[in-house]
């Protein structure tokens, strides 16, 4: 297979192209038992035919059929009414320690051997490891356009997820990285932790409080409340809530957020976009005030502007925009537990993806949560709900934690926030 | 839509036969070639149309008690099997895992339905669209109207060393609008769509979406509920996400066996109201959309009563976890594509419908709140709580309906609310389309019913 041979067929004006080539494998064990191991293996390659400044798209897992997949992506162009021109560069940012050898190395048994400390901790602590997985992805990318780029890029990833059972109370965390760490003790006394502080059980009254909202409860409600504001796609169209506010002090000053593409070891990080932009450190919100949107090229040439490097796809998919690392930095506040005289420390939501999208409003149950008093924890509230809005909260923020962690997509702390919630 | 070049058969038949010289005890395989044609449309411009073709193999080896699994686009017949042959020998499962015998079935089908997928091209498609958004488009208060329609197109084999063969061509095809209205600063979403097996979903759905447009406006002005504990009224929507989410879930085997449901070792006991009655039923025909002949373990597909008259009657079944809990085999286990081991799944899941009129129901509920239409929602089923959003609801005073108001998050615990139930009404049931998302895995799914009455419903709306 030769990729360049797409750019032999005719008929278009410019052409892209992206390969990507995955490697998956994950152990998972089950009810205390390691149970199955299963490995994935993943090629395909993405077409965009530019023809007349209008965009058509195709894809295809089957390499013999290349040239074929570049004539209907031809073909699909007359009807879009999209356009964009496909440009070159010279210059990409190095983001570090997105690549790790061992990943690629590390023996299968490696994993069992993770897996099974995992089960033999939770047995030592009186808990049932319901449900563990542990994975290890080695991605592969190929981005070629008309225009002279050919450019390639290589990640792994290493994650794992421990849930577990402690009295009949389910508790779970995950970690996520670039580089195999010897973590997965840590990740499994985190979620016994958490088990063990959610049995007491406990009954609060409807009021507002302060609640800590921990990256894992953030990222579930950002993610649908939040980032599509940035959007330059929704402020373009008008569903952006912060369309028109550049400059504009938004949030509460204690709040800075950058979308980091480059930032060392982010789980999102790359030398370039899925249309061969350079990436980049965009400042979002700087102190509050408003700074900047997420563009991808269509979005910025109806500016006519840069392209900020945010076109998000895979080799099946049209580029769309989308954050890479979402990194809100972290306040002055060390120990925030400590420092709540009543409140609710957030894990996990439930129903995230109800948090409506345009308004930012949000009505959630709550799954995993714990109640403080005097700087302590006390006990899981029974049966509680949250609701607010997200862009009201971030208003008025109490204050930020330090302890940062990266997961998913986004890079942040804890943040504390006024916010109602329904008791029983 | 043109078909793959491979033989699906052919590569399937080469697959088995190489297992079997490998002496593998239990070897399945599925192979799928599929396309997909896409459109989206957002205010009056394609923003994309494309279309893709895929292949890939998925390899499910037991061999001496331990399960292995690969998936590869990669079409080398022998490759994937011998893989998964591998995985299973380093699986580091100490546990035997055991299948329960099932038929042996062999069978060849189209689902192509009254008014085949095949037959509307990507150019048709993309005139329909523009039709869909003219229609949609009632008012200038309407800032966006986004359209996405699929057509997913797979020629599909499962096969196993037990001899099974079933070869099965069809796909499925979806609508998705997205409607923004705003106005004054203010703004609301709602969301219409259909999606089924074949293009007859399509008909006469120019009034269902008008409607929908034209609460996405009425929503702008509308007040948030209350908070609080409150006796409701649920639509069918509402009705059969409860099934799904606060009932569903939690009857999952492969939950059960791992401790992770709220019901493990509830068989036989009454756990809901005389009036519950709730089936899974794959073979439903009219519901076009997840409904299916066979399982992706080859079992066929079957109609499985969950509770009767408030009692626990059976769980929903992989063939693994028949084996484990000496039950039989439900034809859940499902799973998202090739790349993807089939676990538990719902199909179509509902409430079978009851006694009541809804006028009766309103007079019984006299005051309180009537819940429509559901915005997803979410269960943890060990600890036995679940949330759900509805579209919009009504306050009920004195068995009338008063205000419009906003949509809320409702909240509860499987094992109240089940006993919660007070009617359920007697009506023809309606389904609406969906998919479910488990350990990473969607699949299309309906649920569905008719309205229901439930007591201290717990609401998030606003103070």
Redesign the interface.
Known sequence: MNLKDAFSVKGYDQLDLLYQESNMRS?T???N????????????V?IRAIVNGKI???????FQ?LQETVK??IK?AK????SVTLKSYKKYAKPKGIFDKKVTELG??RL?DA??SAVSFVKKNNT?L??ATIALSEVYAKYLNSEGLDLEAKGTGFSDSI?I?YK???AGWTGGSRNFENRILKTTQNAVDLAKNMSKKGKIK?GKYNVIFHPFALQQMLSYGLYPSFDADFVQ???S?LAGKIGEQIFDEKLTINDNGILDAGLSSAPFDGEGVPSQNTPLVEKGVLRGFLYDLIRAQNEKRESTGNAVRNF?T?PEIGVTNFQIFPGKIKDITSEVDKGLLLYQP?????T????GDF???V?EALWIENGEIKFAPK?I???GNIFELLKNITFIGRDVIQTGSLVSPSIVAQT?V?G? | MEN??YDIVDLAQKVVKHAEKLKIDYADIRIEASSTASVLR???????????????IGARVIHKG??????????DPFFAVE?ALN??K??????K?KLKDTKIIKDKFKEFGKDPIANHP??DN?EFIKEVEKNANISPKL??IRISHANLFTNYIFASTEGSEILRDGGRTMLYVFM?A?DKG????ILFRLGAKDYTVYKNYEEPLKKRAKLAIDLLDAKKPP??RFNALLDYECTGLFAHEALGHAVEA?LI????S?LKGKIGQKIASDVVNINDDSTIPDDNWSSFKYDNEGVPGKSTTIIKNGVLKSYLHSRETAAKMNAEPTGNARAQNY?Y?PIVRMSNTYFDSGDYSFNEMLEQLKNGYYLVGF??????T??G?????SDYCYRIENGKIREFLKG??F?G?ILDMLKNVLAVEKAKRKFTIGFCGKNNQKVPVSDGSVHMLVKDL?L????
């Open positions: 152990a064990a089950e009810n038992r390691l149970r199955n191991f299963e490995k994935n293996l993943t090629k395909g993405g058509g798209f195709a894809y295809t897992t089957d059929k209907q992506a699909l009807f879009s009414n999209l299968d048994e069992i897996l099974q049932i319901t449900e849930s059972n009949n109370i389910e409807t169209k008008g569903t809530k099946s049209l439930l129903n995230p993806h109800s409506n999208p345009v308004t009505s959630l149950g799954m049966h709900m949250i609701s109602q329904i029983d | 793959s070049k957002e205010n009056k411009k394609f923003e994309d149309i494309s279309f893709g073709n895929s292949f890939g331990k399960l292995g699994f690969y998936s590869t686009t990669n079409p893989q995985l299973s380093i699986s580091p499962s100490k546990e895992i990507i150019e993309a800032k966006s923004t705003k203010k703004l609301e979403q908070a609080g492969d066996l791992k401790n992770q709220i790349a081991l915005r997803g929602g979410q269960v943890g060990l600890k709580t679940f949330a759900f959003a809320c998050t909240s615990k717990h998030g709306g606003e103070e």
